[in-house]
């Protein structure tokens, strides 16, 4: 079992910038895949970002890229978020994987863990 316990959430205003982490506990060495993923108020989760640290490689999704990094190892995770709009409010989700992928999943069914979640909410 893995527990992941994200942090780092809280009030911005439009423009400014947040690094969220993910802190992995129980049997982190057998998670590959890490990912974030977030949800706005009715609306469904989206993926965010996603690393396989072990061979650097990562993803995004397009309305993130440029602004959103994600980095990290299986013990903890960040996704570094810049210039963020109002659109970018949401509940940000980590994700870990047991599936061995080279490239990881953008698709929150291929991820077998969840935390409980960390808010973030841009001003205008």
């Known amino acids: 079992q893995v527990h992941l316990i994200e942090s780092g959430g809280r009030l911005v205003q439009a423009g400014d910038s947040l690094r969220l982490s993910c802190t992995a506990s129980g049997r982190t060495g057998r998670t590959y895949p890490r990912a974030w993923f977030r949800q706005a108020p009715g609306k469904e989760r989206e993926f965010v970002a996603a690393?396989?640290?072990?061979?650097?490689t990562t993803r995004y999704a397009d309305s993130v890229k440029g602004r959103f990094t994600i980095s990290g190892d299986n013990t903890i995770v960040y996704l570094q978020m810049n210039d963020l709009p109002t659109e970018d409010s949401a509940d940000y989700y980590c994700?870990?994987?047991?599936?061995?992928?080279?490239?990881?999943?953008?698709?929150?069914?291929?991820?077998?863990?969840w935390g409980q979640g960390t808010q973030v909410t841009v001003s205008s």
């Open positions: 994700a870990a994987s047991n599936t061995r992928t080279i490239v990881p999943s953008t698709d929150s069914s291929a991820y077998d863990y």
């Open positions: 690393i396989r640290s072990i061979v650097g």
